[in-house]
């Protein structure tokens, strides 16, 4: 298992800006590309943004793009998630999880804690 912690999360008001961490363990992390996903009250877990193990490759949801910014620093095992122009529709808990390069499969079942992002109007 390949095991991340997210923070960085926090309340702020719609069209306010905020940056996401998934830290890892610096033994393993560079070998995986990372998602960052969120689940919103009611509602099924959803990708919104991915970065290979390199940073070469990227992928943002319709609804991230053009606001957010994935990012990566394999010498500290960060990958970053910069949100700007945030919308009260971004409140979620935000999650990120190692992924196969090869087919951008989950690497493990296992899910960390989170990190909850509020937006308000």
């Known amino acids: 298992q390949v095991q991340l912690v997210e923070s960085g999360g926090g309340t702020v008001q719609a069209g306010g800006s905020l940056r996401l961490s998934c830290l890892g363990d610096?033994?393993?992390?560079?070998?995986?590309?990372v998602g960052w996903f969120r689940q919103a009250p009611g509602k099924e877990r959803e990708l919104v943004a991915r970065?290979?193990?390199?940073?070469?490759?990227?992928f943002y949801a319709e609804s991230a793009q053009g606001r957010f910014v994935i990012s990566r620093d394999n010498s500290v095992a960060t990958v970053y998630l910069q949100m700007n122009s945030l919308r009260p529709e971004d409140t979620a808990v935000y999650y990120c999880?190692?992924?196969?390069?090869?087919?951008?499969?989950?690497?493990?079942?296992?899910w960390g804690q989170g990190t909850q992002v509020t937006v308000f109007s």
């Open positions: 970065i290979s193990w390199a940073g070469g490759r990227e």
């Open positions: 999880h190692a992924l196969y390069d090869e087919d951008w499969s989950l690497a493990g079942d296992s």
């Open positions: 610096k033994r393993t992390f560079a070998s995986y590309g």
